[in-house]
Structures are given as C-alpha cells and as structure tokens.
C-alpha cells in the first residue's frame, strides 16, 4: 500500500526552463520584500525557552562511560586469562602490525563512542519516544564489532573470543540500561513541565485541533503546542483552537514560530497547505535551528512497517501489511517458552506460598480455571490463582446489575464483593495472573499480548476488535501498562490492535519493563 505524499512533502523545486537558442538569458527579478514579523499578540505570556539540548548532554556523558566500563571488563577477563594480554600483540601473525589488547582498546573505546555520535543515537526527534532509541544504539554497537571482525580477518588478527564475548553483550546491555534511566529521567521531567518541544501548529482550524488533542500534556509526546497558523485569510484578534491561540496565517509562520521561540513546526496537511507553501516555509525557517514535521495520519501504524521512498521525485510512503506467521513468530515462540522457564523457576517459592495462603484462608481450589478464546478464535483454558468465593461465576450478573452495569467489552465490577482478603492483596500486585506461565509454556498463551478475553466479550467484537485474535493472548500488554481499567473500551481495543500489527522483540522487552515498573509503582502507592 502506497499512499502518495506529493501535496506535503515534494520539497525539490522544478527544473528551470532551459533558454531559447539565440537568447540572452535575463536577469532574475528582485525577490520580493520579505514580510514584516508580525507583532506578538498580548496573549503571549512570557515563558522560558526549554533547552533541547539537556538530555543530549546527560547521554554524551554517560554513553562513553558505558563503552568505557564494557571495554575495561573485557580487558579485565582477558588480562585474568592471560596477565601479559595488556602489552601482547593482539595480532602477532599479521605483517607489520604491532598493536596490544591496551591500545586495541582505546581506539575501540573511541570508534565506539564516535559511532554512536554519528549514527545518531542520541537524536532529539528520538529520545523518549518508543524502541527506535534502543534499536538505533544497538545497531550502530552490531555494525561496529561487525566492522572490528572484518578488519581482523584482513589483517590475520586474532582478537580474543572472551574479549568479543564480554564488551559486546555487556555493552549493549549498559546502554540500554542507561537509556532507560535517562528515558525515566526524561519522562519525570515532563511530567513536571520540563523538557517539552515547544511546537507551532500550521493547517486548517479542524486540523490544529486534532494535532493539539494529540498532543495533549506532553508526557507521551514531549511536544507542547504553542501557537497556530491558519489559512484562509485575516485572523481575529484573541482567536483560538481548543484553547491554543491563533497568531497568523501561512506566511506568518516564521515570524510567529521566532517569536514565540518554538524549535518545531509541524505542518497538518490540506488542500491549502500545498507542496510549495512547505517548501516556502522550508526557505523561510532555513538557518533558524527549527524543526519542520509533515503529519501523516497513519494512526498506529509502526515505524518498521514504514518506508520513505521517492517515486519519480515524489516522496511515496510504502506501508507493509502486517504479518502473523514466520521467522519473527518462530522467535517470539521461543522467548516465551524460555522465558515463562525461567520465571517459573524463579518464583517457584512465591507460588508455593501463595498457594498455601490461598488453601488456608478460603473454601475452595487454589487455582481457578476459566475458558478464554485465544488464537483465531480457539478456546483454551486459563489459570489463575483463586481469588474470589467459590461460585463468584454465578454471581457476576448480580454484581455488575448492582453497580448498572452489564457484561461488555472490558468489563469489571468496581468493588467486588466476591473478592477474599488474600485475593484482594494477589490482585494488587498482579500475582493472581502468574499460573498463566503454565498457558505459555503449553503455547497457548504469550509472555506479551491483548487480554484473553471470555466468549461473551468475544461476541460483541467488530472488525477492528477481532484483529485481537490473530496473535496468542498475553500474560501482560499495552492494555495493562497503559492505564488498564482506567482505559475506555475503544481505546483498550485501540491499543491491542497497534500490538497486533506492530510487534517486535525489542517492543516486547519494554513491555516486560513497564509491566515490572507499574506493580512496583502499586505497591509503592500501597504503602
């Protein structure tokens, strides 16, 4: 599927007409008086510019003391496996080549860190925002010991299998690490008000106010919008759009985006924003340190399953279709069943437990088992730790009539009678879900996916929803680091749909992650 971009972003300007023969070329016309800056209106209360660049700094000094310490513990297991490894040769067998483990190490300390500069790692338009930050720095860190053992095989090197094996990995595995810190650092920052880019809305009032609501606070997105540019005319003094204040027209971009010291413009397209009003727009913020964003309404539609790519000198965006079989899959399978292993090994005293206070303090089993519908539309049966009365199916619709309500998409009674002590506190912290592991390790369920959901939920799905079924359920997902209960409906659908169509092992991680941070932040709040 291609979806043709011309009107907002072929930015190249035409071929200029070649001469006729015979004919003296004449001289260009004078450009036009550029438009006096327009006046800032008194609504504009005084603010202080964010600086951009603060985060950037923080990651220029803590990525290369991580390439440091990852190259120091390889050095490290390699001087203990072999204590004259420091002053050794670390090619011997190459012609004319004289270079020890301590110099190697330095000069790939420093292409490392250079890399990661040039590859773009610590990218503003980046930071903070889903797993492109991660897979940026773990790429450049692949290329740059793919790059090492090229040059070795070249030169008959023989760098040490242990000293590959340790600075790789352990590398990696800092500076992710230290983008995640970094990223929480960020997102408490934002939180606060702090660390937003400021942005100048442009397009038709309708449009601007899709973009504002977009935006929102800015925790998600870290933009915060600041001002609009509207077609179509003169504007109304104190004129705004959901509550963001108009200062312009199209060609009062510049001088509004200036004024109100914004770092970012963000064209919402139509048919009167056209190619060449961007590409003016282009000229007139050329120099100023601004970004220019095009908005594509391609909603929950992932980077991966994007691609750039000019047909004819017009800027195409390709969009794959998503797919549910393959390689990918075959590699999710098997972090599952490792995965759930090694979880299930390490938690086997805490279930243990559990369990036992589940015995002891109620009538009934310890686990309760409910038929849920998992990949394409089968059902399996899901197990959980007992945390209601023995019976509490029959009572449901009493519950949920009490509270006027009735079963839906999403349902939850509010304050469940049928709940026991011990489940109250197992539900708290989400250990009543951990005998799902046995689902995953029996392949009918994931470590990362939509909720699995009872037949009657099922029932009311439409289109959209049933897109939910064409991957196993999971133990966790976006629904429930995303707000669970608190989500509506359509936005719990929403989301499991973008997981569906967009998965990726990386974006599995951070799931894992977030779903570890959010029961540490309730039992933080518990307390």
């Not at 609501?213 to 998600?220: N, S, T």
């Not at 007992?386 to 006027?404: K, N, T, W």
């Not at 599995?508 to 779903?515: C, E, G, I, Q, S």
């Amino acid at each position: 599927m291609a979806i043709d971009t011309s009107e907002a972003t072929a930015l190249l300007a035409p071929p200029r007409a070649a001469a006729p023969v015979g004919v003296l070329p004449q001289p260009r016309p004078a450009p036009p008086a550029r438009r006096a800056a327009v006046d800032e209106p008194a609504s504009v209360a005084p603010r202080v510019r964010v600086r951009r660049g603060r985060t950037n700094r923080l990651l220029a000094v803590t990525d290369p003391l991580c390439v440091v310490l990852a190259v120091g513990a390889a050095l490290a297991v390699r001087a203990g496996t072999a204590p004259a490894s420091l002053v050794a040769e670390v090619a011997p067998a190459a012609r004319g080549v004289h270079v020890s483990y301590a110099a190697f190490s330095l000069a790939l300390a420093a292409g490392w860190v250079a890399a990661l500069a040039l590859g773009r790692t610590r990218d503003h338009r980046i930071l903070g925002h889903g797993p492109a930050e991660y897979a940026r720095v773990v790429g450049v860190t692949t290329r740059v010991f793919a790059l090492v053992a090229i040059v070795s095989y070249l030169l008959h090197a023989e760098v040490g299998r242990a000293y590959v094996a340790v600075a790789a990995p352990l590398g990696i595995a800092l500076l992710t690490l230290n983008r995640y810190v970094v990223r929480q650092v960020l997102h408490r920052a934002r939180a606060r008000g702090r660390e937003l880019t400021d942005v100048v809305v442009v397009g038709p009032r309708e449009k601007v106010a899709g973009m504002v609501d977009f935006v929102g606070d800015g925790r998600a997105t870290g933009l915060r919008v600041v001002g609009a540019c509207v077609p179509h005319g003169a504007v109304d003094p104190g004129e705004s759009v959901r509550g963001v204040a108009v200062h312009g027209g199209l060609d009062d971009v510049a001088a509004v985006t200036t004024a109100l010291g914004a770092s970012m413009v963000v064209v919402a397209g139509s048919d009167a924003v056209t190619a060449h009003t961007v590409r003016r727009l282009g000229w007139d913020l050329e120099g100023r340190g601004i970004d220019l964003a095009l908005s594509v309404a391609l909603l929950d539609v992932a980077g991966p399953r994007v691609t750039l790519q000019p047909v004819s000198g017009t800027p195409f965006v390709f969009v794959d279709e998503p797919t549910f079989t393959g390689a990918k899959y075959a590699v999710k399978t098997a972090i599952d069943l490792v995965g759930a292993a090694l979880v299930t090994v390490a938690l086997a005293p805490l279930l243990l437990v559990v369990a036992a206070l589940v015995a002891l303090t109620s009538r009934g089993p310890v686990l309760y088992r409910q038929e849920r519908i998992g990949r394409d539309g089968a059902p399996f049966p899901m197990f959980k730790f007992r945390s209601m009365q023995v019976g509490a199916d029959q009572r449901l619709a009493e519950v949920l009539a009490a509270e006027g309500r009735e079963v839906g998409l999403f349902y939850k009674p509010v304050d469940d009678p049928r709940v026991t002590p011990v489940g109250r506190f197992i539900r708290r912290y989400s250990i009543d879900e951990l005998p799902q592991l046995v689902n995953v390790l029996r392949g009918e369920m994931s470590l990362v996916g939509p909720r699995p959901q009872i037949a009657a939920e099922v029932a009311q799905y439409d289109r959209a929803a049933f897109r939910r079924l064409r991957v196993k359920p999971g133990m966790t997902g976006l629904w429930q680091v995303s707000g669970r209960s608190a989500l509506s409906p359509e936005e719990s659908i929403r989301l499991d749909v973008s997981y569906v169509e967009n998965w990726s092992p990386l974006g599995d991680l951070l799931v894992l992650a977030r779903t570890a941070k959010a029961v540490v932040a309730v039992g933080d709040s518990a307390r």
